[in-house]
C-alpha cells in the first residue's frame, strides 16, 4: 500500500541555520504530495503541497519539489527562525477517487536562537 | 469565520464509559475524517465520510463510531471498546473530490481526551 517515509528523530538546530527534513514515499499510480506543520497543541496546518512530478510547492521561505525518479519530497528553508520550531508531517494522498492522506511520523524541529 | 470546531479540547473520561467528540464544519466542505495522534506517530485515520449519511472505516476503526446526519458534523463516539483511547484526536475535511484533482484537507484544533 501507500505509505510515507521520514527521517528518524527530531532536528535542533540554530537559527539562520539551513533546515532539510527527508521524505520518501512509496505509491501507486500518481499520488499528490504535501507538507502539514504543526504547532504545540494545535491541528495541522498545510505548509506547501505538489501534484505532479517536477511541480515545486513553496510558502514561507519553505520549498519542497517532487521528484518521482527517488520517490522523494524534501523539505528545506534556507534560514530558519525560532518560530519555524514545531513538528512537519509529509503526506501523499491516495487518489483514485478518495482523499485519503498517508502521514509521515513526524519531525520535531527545534530553531535555538 | 469560516472553519473547523473541535470541543472541547481537553476531554477526561473514566475508563468504560463511551464518549463522543464533536467536529463542526462551515467550509461547505462535503467530505469529513477523524485521525487518532498518538506521540511519535504520524496521524492514523479512524473514519471517513465522502458525503452525507455514508461514511467508511479507516485504517483503525475498531472501537469507534461515527455519524453523519448533517453535511456540517461528523461526530466521534470512542466507546468502551476500544482498548487504548488516550490520545489527541484531530478532525479533517475538505471540498468534494473530483476525478483529476486532489483537494487539500483541512484540520480543527484537535481534543485531547484522556481516560483514567
Known amino acids: 500500500g501507500n505509505s510515507v517515509t521520514q527521517m528518524e528523530g527530531p532536528v535542533t538546530l540554530s537559527e539562520e541555520a539551513f533546515l532539510t527534513i527527508n521524505c520518501t514515499y512509496t505509491?501507486?499510480?500518481?499520488?499528490?504530495l504535501f507538507w502539514y506543520v504543526q504547532y504545540p497543541g494545535e491541528g495541522l496546518q498545510l505548509l506547501l503541497k505538489?501534484?505532479?512530478?517536477?511541480d515545486k510547492g513553496s510558502n514561507k521561505g519553505f520549498e519542497a519539489t517532487y521528484r518521482k525518479e527517488t520517490t522523494s519530497f524534501h523539505l528545506e528553508k534556507g534560514s530558519v527562525q525560532v518560530s519555524d520550531s514545531a513538528v512537519y508531517f509529509c503526506?501523499?494522498?491516495?487518489?483514485?477517487?478518495?482523499?485519503?492522506?498517508?502521514f509521515g511520523k513526524g519531525n520535531q524541529v527545534v530553531v535555538i536562537p | 469565520d469560516g472553519g473547523i470546531t473541535q470541543s472541547p479540547k481537553y476531554l477526561f473520561r473514566k475508563e468504560g464509559q463511551n464518549v463522543t467528540l464533536s467536529c463542526e464544519q462551515n467550509?461547505?466542505?462535503?467530505?469529513m475524517y477523524w485521525y487518532r495522534q498518538d506521540p511519535g506517530q504520524g496521524l492514523r485515520l479512524i473514519y471517513y465520510?465522502?458525503?452525507?449519511?455514508?461514511?467508511q472505516k479507516g485504517d483503525i476503526a475498531e472501537g469507534y463510531s461515527v455519524s453523519r446526519e448533517k453535511k456540517e458534523s461528523f461526530p466521534l463516539t470512542v466507546t468502551s471498546a476500544q482498548k487504548n483511547p488516550t490520545a489527541f484526536y484531530l478532525c479533517?475535511?475538505?471540498?468534494?473530490?473530483?476525478?483529476?484533482?486532489?483537494?487539500?484537507?483541512?484540520f480543527g484544533p484537535g481534543t485531547r481526551l484522556t481516560v483514567l
Open positions: 505509491a501507486t499510480g500518481y499520488p499528490s
Open positions: 503526506a501523499l494522498s491516495e487518489g483514485f477517487g478518495n482523499n485519503r492522506l498517508a
Open positions: 465520510s465522502q458525503i452525507v449519511n455514508d461514511f
Open positions: 479533517a475535511s475538505s471540498p468534494k473530490h473530483t476525478a483529476g484533482s486532489t483537494d487539500t484537507q483541512y
Open positions: 505538489a501534484t505532479k512530478a517536477d
Open positions: 467550509l461547505n466542505h462535503d467530505a
